[in-house]
Nanobody, 127 residues
Framework: QVQLVESGGGLVQAGDSLRLSCAVSGGTFRNYVIGWFRQCPGKEREVVAVIRGTRVVSYYANSVKERFIISRDNRKNMAFLQMNSLKPEDTAVYYC????????????????????WGQGTQVTVSS
């Protein structure tokens, strides 16, 4: 079965950077769309960034554009989220998610579109 494990979260100061990692086992990694989501305190889970199997970036949330970078290494079956210039409002549990490419048009922006999820990693940004 497909399993995802996130790592790299922690407590940082505003303006700092963090790099989250997502290790994926099982399945065919190169055929999976990878999404990073976050759930801020008291809010619904929201998409942060999406990258397809071709490694073409498909989407960034407006709140993180020009600050976060999503990437993947298909040889290592890993995905990453580089987070720069962190703000207190970035505080959240961050989740890595994966789903097979269907061949149908899709934005992959909704959490309901993903079949596999990691357990999440906490990112806390203090002011």
């Amino acid at each position: 079965q497909v399993q995802l494990v996130e790592s790299g979260g922690g407590l940082v100061q505003a303006g700092d950077s963090l790099r989250l990692s997502c290790a994926v086992s099982g399945g065919t990694f190169r055929n999976y769309v990878i999404g990073w989501f976050r759930q801020c305190p008291g809010k619904e889970r929201e998409v942060v960034a999406v990258i397809r199997g071709t490694r073409v970036v498909s989407y960034y949330a407006n709140s993180v554009k020009e600050r976060f970078i999503i990437s993947r290494d298909n040889r290592k079956n890993m995905a990453f989220l580089q987070m720069n210039s962190l703000k207190p409002e970035d505080t959240a549990v961050y989740y890595c998610a994966a789903t097979p490419t269907t061949g149908l048009p899709a934005d992959y922006r909704g959490f309901e579109e993903y079949d596999y999820w990691g357990q999440g990693t906490q990112v806390t940004v203090s002011s």
